[in-house]
Structure formats: structure tokens, C-alpha cells
């Protein structure tokens, strides 16, 4: 079981990796995919990113699509540098 933190720290890092910042979006599914976690961890991880506004939520494409929240980048990337052993250079 990985801790909470690093739950939400590696959802932030694949979007922030991806590009996926404000208008730029991806479906939930992408966003959570490759984490071994349990799904209902997961999804409350998600929800939790969204209620603290690092994420944005919105239907697309009938599907909920999620982007990072570009006024909180420096937020995001101290969050993902604090749970994960991530190069600073990385998060340029």
C-alpha cells in the first residue's frame, strides 16, 4: 500500500510530465493509469487534489477530463519533490 501523499504526488507528476496544464487536458482514466493502487484510493486522491484546486475538472467528450491548475504550479511541483525522489531539473 503506498502512503496518500505519494498517491496524489505521482497523479501530479504524470500530468505535469505530460504537459497536461491548464487548457491542455486528459481523461481521468489517463491520469490515474499505471498506479498500483486501489482504485477507490485513488479516486479519493483525485478528489482531494480537486477540492485543494491543484487540479481542474471538467466533462469532455462525455468523460471527466483533469488538467493541473497553472496558478498553483509552484505548488505542485514543491508537493511532488517533498512525496517523490524527483530531480529539481525535472520539474523545469
Known sequence: MIEKGVVKALILFKLF???KIGGSHTALRNASKGIK???????KAIE???KEQFL???KSTGEIHVSLNP????EIKYYI????????DMLS
Open 37 to 43: 493502487e486501489d482504485p477507490k484510493i485513488i479516486k
Open 56 to 58: 481542474f475538472a471538467k
Open 17 to 19: 510530465r505530460k504537459g
Open 81 to 88: 519533490k517533498k512525496y517523490l525522489d524527483i530531480k529539481v
Open 71 to 74: 496558478h498553483k504550479i509552484n
Open 48 to 50: 482531494k487534489l480537486n
